[in-house]
T-cell receptor, first 110, second 115 residues
């Protein structure tokens, strides 16, 4: 079956670094997305990986290993506004259909 | 650009009633999607469309119908509402390409309660 796993919750201190892992097993693979979702709001796009390796975008970086079915999202210099749910999603075909994980709630404490 | 808009923002339905959730986008995207999100869960794909006149089922299509008569609009119809359809519904759209996937832009969501 199809499976996308990520931890339920992570807590970190302001200014610290947090790494959110995502493992996947899907019937097709056309890239992996990370979205941020604040409570009561819509998801917003953070990053996209289709080839192995690291993509860096400011304080956020995302890594992909297709052979291991593994990705992580790295959040550096954490700020209070980074408290949100982070969703790992795999695009399973060229129509862009996404299979989502349940999300990781990141809590940033002062 | 307004992006992706959804109406209504909130709705309470009685069991057995029907309603249409509206979704529109002004980015000229060919691909559009409907998802539902239950509390503490990720999003699940209900239906999607790759262009006007073309729709297909996603992971959880039962109890729903869609149509796509224009590029801009992608309404979702609930017939005979059931408590299991209580959820937050998100519409999304994206640019299209033969081989690559592109980021999806999400609307603000419709919070639906069926009692």
């Amino acid at each position: 079956g199809q499976n996308i796993d990520q931890p339920t919750e992570m807590t970190a201190t302001e200014g610290a670094i947090v790494q959110i892992n995502c493992t996947y097993q899907t019937s097709g693979f056309n890239g992996l997305f990370w979205y941020q979702q604040h409570a009561g709001e819509a998801p917003t796009f953070l990053s996209y990986n289709v080839l192995d390796g690291l993509e860096e975008k400011g304080r956020f970086s995302s890594f992909l290993s297709r052979s291991k079915g593994y990705s992580y999202l790295l959040l550096k210099e954490l700020q209070m506004k980074d408290s949100a749910s982070y969703l790992c999603a795999v695009s399973t075909d060229s129509w862009g259909k996404l299979q989502f994980g349940a999300g990781t709630q990141v809590v940033v404490t002062p | 650009n307004a992006g992706v808009t959804q109406t209504p923002k909130f709705r309470i339905l009685k069991i057995g009633q029907s309603m249409t959730l509206q979704c529109a986008q002004d980015m000229n995207h060919n691909y559009m999607y409907w998802y539902r999100q239950d509390p503490g869960m990720g999003l699940k794909l209900i239906y999607y469309s790759v262009g006007a006149g073309i729709t297909d089922k996603g992971e959880v299509p039962n109890g729903y119908n869609v149509s796509r008569s224009t590029t801009e609009d992608f309404p979702l119809r609930l017939e005979l509402a059931a408590p299991s359809q209580t959820s937050v519904y998100f519409c999304a759209s994206s640019y299209s390409s033969e081989n690559l996937s592109y980021e999806q832009y999400f609307g603000p969501g419709t919070r639906l309660t069926v009692t």
